[in-house]
C-alpha cells in the first residue's frame, strides 16, 4: 500500500501576516477561506467556531483581522487537524485558538456567538483522486443541509452563520435555512466583471426574522488577471468583506 504524502509548505496570506503549514499536494488552500473570514462580522470576546477549518487558513486570517476573538477550529481529517494546531503556534494564537478534531456530524459544541464555515462543495459527479482532496471537497455523512443544519445548532440565539459556496447552491443554502435562519445577507463573488458568480457569501441570522438583502457583488480579477482594487484589500490588505 502506497504511502501517504506527509511533506508539507509553510506558505503565507494576507501579505505574510498569516502563516499556514499545509499538504505539498492534495488539499491546498485557495482564496475562499480568506474571503470567508473577511465577511464574518466579528469583534473581540466574541467565540468563533470554524467548521471543517482545513489547515486553519478562515480562522487564523480572521485572528489577523479581529484580535482578542476566540476563535475554535473543528477538523474531521486528523492530518489536516494537526497541521491546523500546529499553525496555531505559527500565528501565536494559544492563548485564544485552538482545534478540535472531530465530525461536524457528532460533534456536540459552542454555543458560540458565529459559525463560520466553507463546506464541501462536492454532492455529484467524480471525486478527486487524492484521499484528502475527496473528503474535504465531496459531501460525506451529511448533505450540505445536514451540514448548514449542525451549524446553527452550534448557534447561540441570534448568533451569525456565514458560509462561503458554490454559487449554484444557493438555492439549496436558503432552503435548509428557511424556517431557523433570517436576516439572509448574500454576497456574490464575480471572477471577473461581466461574469457569472461562481461563489457566494451567505450570512445568516439564527432565529431572525428579518427580510433577506442582496449585498453588492465582489469582483475578484481585472481582464488582464490582477486582483480588482477591491479584492486585493480584502486578499492582502486584511480588509473587511462587510
Known amino acids: 500500500m502506497a504511502q501517504p504524502d506527509t511533506a508539507t509548505t509553510d506558505d503565507r496570506l494576507l501579505d505574510g501576516r498569516v502563516l499556514i503549514r499545509q499538504p505539498a499536494s492534495g488539499y491546498r488552500v485557495a482564496v475562499d477561506p480568506v474571503l470567508l473570514a473577511a465577511a464574518t462580522p466579528a469583534s473581540a470576546g466574541q467565540r468563533i467556531l470554524d467548521a471543517g477549518c482545513g489547515t486553519g487558513a478562515a480562522m487564523f486570517c480572521l485572528a489577523a483581522r479581529v484580535p482578542g476573538a476566540d476563535v475554535t477550529g473543528l477538523e474531521v481529517q486528523p492530518a489536516l487537524a494537526a497541521l491546523a494546531s500546529v499553525g496555531v503556534g505559527l500565528n501565536r494564537l494559544d492563548s485564544h485558538a485552538r482545534v478540535i478534531t472531530g465530525d461536524l456530524a457528532e460533534a456536540n459544541l459552542g454555543p458560540f456567538d458565529i459559525v463560520m464555515t466553507n463546506p464541501p462543495f462536492g454532492d455529484a459527479g467524480t471525486p478527486p483522486p487524492d484521499e484528502s482532496l475527496a473528503r474535504a471537497h465531496m459531501e460525506g455523512a451529511i448533505d450540505l443541509a445536514g451540514w448548514i443544519g449542525r451549524c446553527l445548532a452550534a448557534l ?5 452563520l456565514v458560509l462561503i459556496h458554490r454559487a449554484d447552491r444557493l438555492s439549496d443554502i436558503l432552503a435548509a435555512l428557511a424556517g431557523s435562519a433570517g436576516d439572509i445577507q448574500i454576497r456574490p463573488i464575480y471572477p471577473k466583471m461581466g461574469q457569472a458568480a461562481r461563489r457566494v457569501i451567505v450570512d445568516a ?10 449585498l453588492p457583488g465582489l469582483v475578484l480579477h481585472e481582464d488582464g488577471g490582477a486582483f480588482t482594487p477591491a479584492a486585493d484589500a480584502v486578499l492582502r490588505g486584511a480588509a473587511a468583506l462587510l
Open 156 to 160: 447561540k440565539p441570534k448568533g451569525r
Open 205 to 214: 441570522g439564527k432565529g431572525r426574522r428579518t427580510p433577506d438583502t442582496l
